[in-house]
């Protein structure tokens, strides 16, 4: 016999889909539970018979599909939660300029400190001037933290003011990556609707139209000295001296940050596209005396939903449909990567970890509280069978159909009237825990339903609403997360 509590469950993402690596290096996952299934599909004859029995059952078919469920962490990037999130949006994390020796020294960064403030590394995206980024993972203590850029490059970076103590061959876990981006001393400027460069180009830092950025860093000399605008905000426009902004808070004003070297964060996007994304889950049931391991190959999302119920944890869903599978008693990877670790990356939880909940990009608050949040994304995928296969041959994708449920209190008559109005809007909420944050947006909703009631006596009036995401032209997404590794509140 076994025990749930001795479920391993890991998985892979394909290089392309309907196809598993030969040696995969699989990555174990964090969950609550799991529904996945492959078995196989019957049929009984229709033939008569006098003493009424059946014939044995036909086989027609074998089906790979199921769900799993987790609850929120920073989703690492390569993690199979990253990569579960990936086949539900159909697309890639658009990461930052990242180097990391992922578990083997002196591989990827070769070098950090010989030549003076210099970090050497294979090549890969540029580095540019006025990044900033994290170091971590080194053996010396003051080669991690932030640094600036000052010299960037695909092989190369060097942060002037650094002094690196030389270390030739960087161990296994040595990381760098851009968090975000750094002025000159009162270079950057708070301006109307945004902010202002004199040096800085903002057009060579990745940043695009629906990203959010962090603005203000830990420290009088990183941020501005009108707190109001250590805020956070979304991209609507990038131009070389100007980075205007939306989702600014009424207080927002301009200061000239004279003396200030303002830090601003920003992380890693996704948002929803057209690439079937397959991924391969392993089961391992490790109370047996001989461990059975099932597999689930090439399993696509088919749904993914995520809720935010006031005082819970954050919990979510993935539902699949694949293609095929394999049972055996000899696991794919016999010695899988360990899943992201709880202490570094904790679960996130409503009301403790959840700064703000926005509709048409100000804050849900009195009297209108929200009491639970959830989105559904839905692929709607399709099998493809074939006559000549006892597995689906492929997964077919219709449209991206995304909703959002939002429940408030009724305090007002102003988002029933928003419904009734057929107003379009847009929502957006921001988890953070520690030093990292993620969020969420929709930036083209209509609500489409809702009605308060009063069910009963000694009772809260509640308005739940749902509202139905469509192509933004900004952005051109129905949904798109941000996750930032690092932020400085």
Not at 7 to 34: A, C, I, K
Not at 150 to 169: C, H, R
Request: glycine residues 10%; aromatic residues 8%.
């Amino acid at each position: 016999m076994t025990d749930s509590n001795r479920l391993r469950l890991t998985g892979v993402r394909q290089n392309s889909f309907g196809t598993t690596q030969g040696t995969p290096r699989m990555r174990t996952m964090r969950v609550t539970g799991e529904s996945l299934s492959y078995k196989p599909e019957f049929t009984t004859s229709d033939e008569v018979r006098a003493d009424r029995m059946n014939a044995d059952p036909i086989k027609v078919g074998e089906t790979s599909n199921g769900g799993i469920n987790y609850e929120l962490h920073y989703p690492v990037p390569s993690s199979l939660l990253a990569e579960n999130i990936a086949s539900a949006m159909q697309a890639n994390w658009v990461d930052t300029p990242t180097r990391d020796n992922d578990g083997t020294a002196d591989s990827v960064i070769t070098d950090i400190g010989t030549t003076a403030n210099t970090i050497t590394f294979t090549t890969g995206p540029a580095y540019v001037v006025g990044h900033l980024v994290r170091n971590s993972g080194f053996a010396t203590a003051g080669n991690n933290g932030l640094f600036p850029v000052t010299t960037g490059g695909a092989t190369s970076l060097v942060s002037s003011s650094a002094s690196f103590t030389a270390e030739a061959a960087p161990p296994a876990a040595a990381r760098v990556k851009v968090v975000g981006f750094q002025g000159t001393a009162g270079d950057i400027t708070a301006a109307a609707g945004g902010l202002a460069s004199t040096t800085l180009n903002f057009t060579t830092l990745g940043l695009v139209p629906g990203q959010w950025v962090k603005i203000g860093g830990t420290g009088s000399a990183f941020r501005f000295g009108t707190e109001a605008l250590n805020t956070w905000a979304r991209v609507t426009a990038v131009a070389a001296n100007l980075l205007s902004l939306d989702n600014l808070p009424a207080s927002w004003t301009t200061d000239s940050g004279t003396g200030k070297t303002i830090r601003v964060f920003f992380g890693d996007q996704i948002k929803n596209g057209t690439t079937l994304i397959g991924l391969t889950f392993e089961r391992g049931f490790m109370g047996q005396g001989t461990p059975g391991y099932v597999v689930n190959e090439s399993m696509a999302v088919n749904q993914w939903q995520q809720q935010v119920q006031s005082k819970q944890k954050i919990a979510g869903s993935f539902d699949y449909m694949g293609l095929t599978g394999t049972v055996s008693t000899t696991s794919l990877d016999s010695v899988p990567d360990d899943a992201p670790s709880i202490a570094a990356y904790p679960i996130m939880a409503a009301s403790a970890n959840v700064g703000r909940i926005a509709e048409n990009g100000v804050a849900l608050t009195s009297p209108n509280w929200v009491r639970s949040a959830s989105f559904t994304l839905n692929n709607n995928l399709r099998m493809i069978d074939a006559a000549d296969s006892v597995t689906s041959v492929s997964i077919g994708s219709g449209e991206c159909a995304v909703t959002v449920n939002l429940e408030t209190y009724f305090g007002s008559t102003a988002l029933y009237s928003k419904m009734l109005a057929g107003t379009v809007t847009n929502a957006s909420y921001r988890v953070t825990k520690g030093a990292q944050a993620m969020i969420y947006g929709w930036p083209r909703l209509t609500i489409t339903d809702g009605s308060p009631n009063a069910g009963g006596k000694n009772q809260d009036v509640t308005l739940p609403l749902t509202l139905q995401a469509s192509v933004d032209p900004l952005t051109n997404a129905h949904m798109i997360v941000d996750r930032f590794e690092y932020f400085e509140a």
